[in-house]
């Protein structure tokens, strides 16, 4: 068949499938983000202890393959009574590992906002938290965009590691295609052009947003 | 957790470091070769150069293993699935080692291409008095940071039946549902090569820097 043959007929299949990897890796991202916050704020709560267990998590997420924690999530959730569907499973592995590096992104942007901001929050009167919201946050979150991107792009490739655990993305999608079929390079170059045009449409976004970001200040 | 499944975990081990190592060999060749493309005169070259980059970074390791994993018997080369993953991760990090060289080609002060240039040296000589340590000297902690990263993306391998660290963690556990104790330990032992790698890689740059390697004041 054809490579254009090939598109028509299984366009639809990989439609479905690209929608499955596009909804994982923007839930994925958006949770890695919140998450990432999260343990920014861990020290400012929990003091010294709280920042070496910060560390220590980032460390452990930082030097073991993705591939463990969605291995861990999806065998062992349901042993102890959490019978989660896989992409659920899949998911939360994705946001627990990117959120490590989030964090250190946005620490990173925290050393680089000068002190100044900081005086002069707690200068109007804002508590801690307020102040954190309201001057902190917005600011390191603009900073970060660039490497922000980068990091959500990581976690998009990443998603065909869910292949492993039978969730129907693209990369599954491509599997199930070349064992019904036998045509395995018509059915993997078309994922791969599909990754490389989601990649680039990512790219594209974070850096109009950075764009966006800058002039309005 | 007896000691036949930790024997059987650090054999794993042992693959996914030797097919690691057994990559980043030719990888940097490879990447080196790369980045030499990406200077060339010729617009062609230079374009070949960045399509490459473009497609092995914007595409998942896995596609590109599944990809070269059917393509190669198609091409009537029944190798397995061992070398199939070891040219996969080659491709892959040559890719990534390009990107740092070039990153340390740009970084070099244009007061070295100057001086280089006033001298009258050939290329070849250029290259290796002027260029290559000072790329060395700047490139080391992304390098290995890159080969962290490839002993990492070792595990991706085991989804095309590569048998390494993570596959015989996946078969321990289909076997014996000690999920939690088993995929424990495959992370400590990962963690213990990664980590000690990043502390072997800031080692030697300890020792690179206190011979004032490259032309920095010592």
Known sequence: MTYLGWVTTYGPTYLDALGWTAVIAVLASLGAIVWGCALLLVPLVAGRWGARAVDAYVQVFRNTPVLLPIYLIYFGFPLIGLPWPAAVCGGLALVLQNGAYVSEILRGSVKAIDRVQFDAAKSIGLSPWSAFRKVVLPQVLVYSIPSLGNQVVLLLKDTSLLSAITVTELTMQAKLLTEQTGAAYEAFAVVAVLYLVLVSGTEVLFRAAHRAVRWSR | ?218
């Open chain 2, 1 to 218: 957790m007896n000691a036949s499944t930790l024997t059987l975990l650090l054999e794993g081990a042992g693959v996914s470091l030797a097919l690691a190592l057994t990559s980043i060999a030719p990888a940097t060749i490879l990447g080196a070769a790369l980045t030499a493309l990406g200077f060339s005169r010729f617009a062609a070259l230079r374009v070949l150069y960045r399509l490459y980059v473009y497609v092995v970074r914007g595409t998942p390791l896995l596609v590109l293993a599944l990809l070269i994993f059917y393509a190669l018997p198609a091409l009537d080369l029944r190798t397995g699935p061992y070398i199939a993953g070891a040219l996969v991760l080659t491709l892959y990090v040559g890719a990534l080692f390009a990107e740092v060289f070039r990153g340390g080609v740009l970084a070099i002060p244009r007061p070295q291409w100057e001086s280089a240039k006033s001298l009258g040296l050939p290329p070849a000589a250029m290259l290796k008095k002027v260029i290559a340590p000072l790329v060395v000297r700047y490139t080391l902690p992304p390098y290995i940071n890159v080969c962290v990263m490839t002993v990492k993306a070792s595990s991706v391998l085991s989804i095309i039946s590569v048998w390494e660290l993570t596959l015989a963690a996946r078969e321990i556990i289909e076997r014996t549902l000690a999920v939690f104790t088993v995929l424990g330990v495959a992370a400590a032992i990962y963690f213990i090569m990664c980590f000690g790698l990043d502390r072997l890689g800031r080692r030697l740059e300890r020792r690179l820097m206190a011979r004032g390697f490259a032309g920095e004041p010592v």
